[in-house]
């Protein structure tokens, strides 16, 4: 088969047009990498992939041509059901499947076989109608990147006890929750890996991020606390030190006070968490043991093995093992705590908490999962506007073909871990639901291929670990975007991603108050973008052209938009144009969430991330000007109270 018609057999897309709409044919050395990266699907004669039914509604499936009549079905319950075993069976006598109208909600086993006696698989999934809805009208949330908090306690990098004084201070303010930058657990032993959106693994937590302090047996050395705490870029080499010291000594007493509750806390948290956790301690202990990518360790360890890693556990490594469990138990309470807490302040959402798009490919999800992760390829987005040559974020991401053949289980896992404390997430990059754009290591952006994913198969999963949470899930849908894929999103009850900056039309005037959606979270930037203070003083313009980045705007592009953003307010009744007039016009929109950045209030110039570099500016360094005690005195709390107020219900 030509190599063309292959990749597009298998929903590979090696020519498409790109945001700036320039048409893009992938090269053939680059589309035979990526089609002997991506393994290969099984052949369906029957169906042509998962049988997706939403509870409730009429819903009947097309057999294939190659059908002979009758076909026979059964759905076995294989997850979230009572009575496992046989839940429905029937007959078709023509191409079309007429499902039973009461299919309990979970994944289950769809087997068939036809007249021939030709016999088939697939997944049935039987979803809510919609993801999770939430249980309140409207409010705004506090946006905050942890890291950059200051306190006159924490060891130079904000921590989840500074993260519960920001919960108190935004619910003093009228915030509904607090929106944070992704807490997986990230390579903390490689300062460069800072990322919080390159992790090691999205299934378990950040250790930096706990409050060292708060456990028995910790003693810091204060000159060194000090210090850290003085700095203005998070030093995360010499914090990492510092808490892993301060972590080993936690757990020496811990383990000799074996008999305690907290014993029995944490063994639940173990048996809990599961196989997954016994098999991240082991691959942490192994990485640091080898000190080299997975695929290049010993044979018997280049595959998760649970027998192996139940044998290591009893050997001389069944100690480090442990302490490993025991970090993610500490973080795990902290940030359960946080969450606790925003419950008692009556916050209608809680924590908000964002989903990284990949992993890192030696981490331990691509370890984990090396059938539904595709190590040799990396997520990114072919050139658009904003970025002229192409994204690549050097992350893994999930397959199709893997996905299900492990019934999807690898991504429903990253969802619950995800969801565990939140009362909403946000899943970063949400197009790569429907498609991914992959270029394998080692080629320039703008040389990738569109990778087509079982869209519907996702949103059913993600509706019903939704529901099963209480979790909203917004997704953030920037950039290129397929035709009918918002509406899509938000049939299933998936939220939308409104970024005001992003929100004009083809002249460049800020869109009205109506155009904003009724399920979505709205925004002036995101973390990727310049602060507004930075936007309004030309900032982010003047550093990028200094570090040889093309900004993709002229100073005159900016004083057009400054100008179109004045006459919008004004349109709409308001006569200034500071953060407060910009906070009260989205507050005004249907929208039932909004997030305000921590960085905005502060007038913080320079933004958390700057896309395209790596050492040429302190990326997910940078601490806030002023510690979290101060925060209260420095920002105007009247205004913002004012400009929220038709949201919290306050007035003032």
């Known amino acids: ?16 047009v790109d945001g700036q709409g320039h048409r893009h044919v992938t090269d053939e050395a680059v589309l035979r990498i990526i089609l002997d990266a991506l393994p290969t699907e099984l052949p369906h004669r029957l169906l042509g992939g998962p049988v997706v039914i939403r509870a409730g509604q009429p819903s009947q499936t097309s057999l294939g041509v190659a059908a002979r009549f009758p076909v026979r079905w059964k759905i ?39 007249a021939a006696s030709f016999t088939e698989e697939a997944l049935l999934m039987v979803a809510p109608p919609q993801a999770y809805g939430g249980d309140f009208d409207r409010c705004w949330l506090l946006a905050v990147q942890l890291y950059s908090l200051r306190s006159a306690r924490n060891c130079g990098i904000g921590d989840f006890t500074d993260l519960e004084a920001v919960i108190a201070l935004a619910a003093d303010l009228g915030a509904g929750g607090v929106g944070l930058n992704p807490l997986h657990a990230l390579f903390d032993d490689r300062p460069g890996d800072c990322s919080p959106y390159a992790p090691n693994s999205r299934l378990f937590l950040n250790p930096l991020y706990i409050d060292v302090e708060k456990l028995p047996g910790v003693s810091l050395e204060r000159k060194a606390v000090a210090e850290l705490r003085q700095g203005d870029i998070v030093d995360y080499a010499t914090v990492a030190k510092l808490k892993w010291q301060a972590l080993g000594s936690a757990f020496e007493k811990f383990k000799s006070d074996a008999a305690t509750d ?14 997954a956790l016994a098999r991240f301690a082991c691959f942490e202990v192994l990485r640091h043991k080898f000190q080299k990518p997975w695929w290049d360790w010993p044979e018997p360890w280049r595959q998760p093995d649970e027998a192996r890693c139940a044998a290591l556990r009893q050997g001389k490594d069944g100690a480090a093992i442990e302490f490993v469990e025991f970090v993610q138990w500490i973080a795990d309470r902290q940030l359960r705590d946080c969450r606790d807490l925003a ?46 040559a192409g994204q690549n974020w050097g992350l893994a991401g999930f397959n199709a073909a893997g996905l299900l053949m492990t019934s999807f289980a690898p991504f ?9 404390y939140a009362g909403a997430i946000r899943l970063d990059h949400v197009l ?3 498609r991914l754009y992959l270029v394998p290591h080692g080629f320039a952006a703008n040389n990738g291929v569109y990778v087509k994913m079982p869209f519907e198969a996702l949103l059913a999963v993600t509706a019903q670990e939704s529901v099963a949470h209480r979790c909203v899930v917004i997704g953030e849908d920037l ?3 397929p035709e009918g894929f918002r509406e899509q999103m938000a049939d299933w009850g998936i939220w939308s991603y409104l970024v ?14 109506d155009h904003y959606a009724t399920n979505a979270l709205v925004t002036i930037n995101t973390h990727d973008l310049s602060t507004y203070a930075g936007w309004r003083s030309f900032s982010d313009l003047k550093l990028k052209r200094s570090l040889g980045i093309d900004p993709g705007e002229s100073d005159d592009a900016r004083w057009h938009a400054l100008t179109m953003l004045t006459d919008t307010l004004r349109h709409h009744g308001i006569h200034r144009h500071d953060l407060y007039a910009v906070t009260e016009f989205l507050a005004r929109t249907k929208s039932r969430l909004l997030a305000i950045s921590l960085e905005d209030l502060l007038g913080v110039i320079d933004q958390p991330n700057i896309p395209g570099t790596v050492d040429e500016h302190p990326n997910w360094r940078r601490c806030l000007p002023l510690a979290v005690g101060d925060i209260t005195a420095a920002i105007d709390a009247v205004a913002l109270k004012v400009a929220t107020q038709q949201r919290t219900g306050v007035t003032i």
């Open 343 to 388: 419950a008692r302040l009556g916050m209608k959402v809680g924590l908000y908490l964002d989903v990284a798009v990949g992993v890192q490919s030696d981490g331990f999800d691509a370890w984990n999962e090396q059938a539904a992760i595709s190590r040799h390829l990396a997520v990114g987005a072919p050139p658009d506007a904003l970025n002229t």
């Open 76 to 114: 076995i319950a294989i997850q979230e059901v009572t009575a496992p075993g046989v839940i429905a069976e029937g007959e078709a006598s023509d191409n079309m499947i007429v499902w039973p109208p009461d299919l309990p909600v979970g994944t289950h086993r769809l087997q068939l076989v036809d």
């Open 500 to 513: 005001m900056m992003f929100e004009r039309d083809d002249r460049g005037s800020f869109r009205g108050l």
């Open 432 to 434: 790569g639901l429907k």
């Open 262 to 275: 907290n014993r029995r806390e944490f063994e639940q948290f173990r048996a809990e968490r599961g196989p």
């Open 412 to 420: 429903r896992e990253m969802l619950r871990a995800s969801m565990r």
């Open 1 to 16: 088969m030509e190599l063309f018609d292959q990749a597009k057999e298998l929903g590979i897309e090696a020519e498409f």
């Open 479 to 481: 950039g290129t975007v």
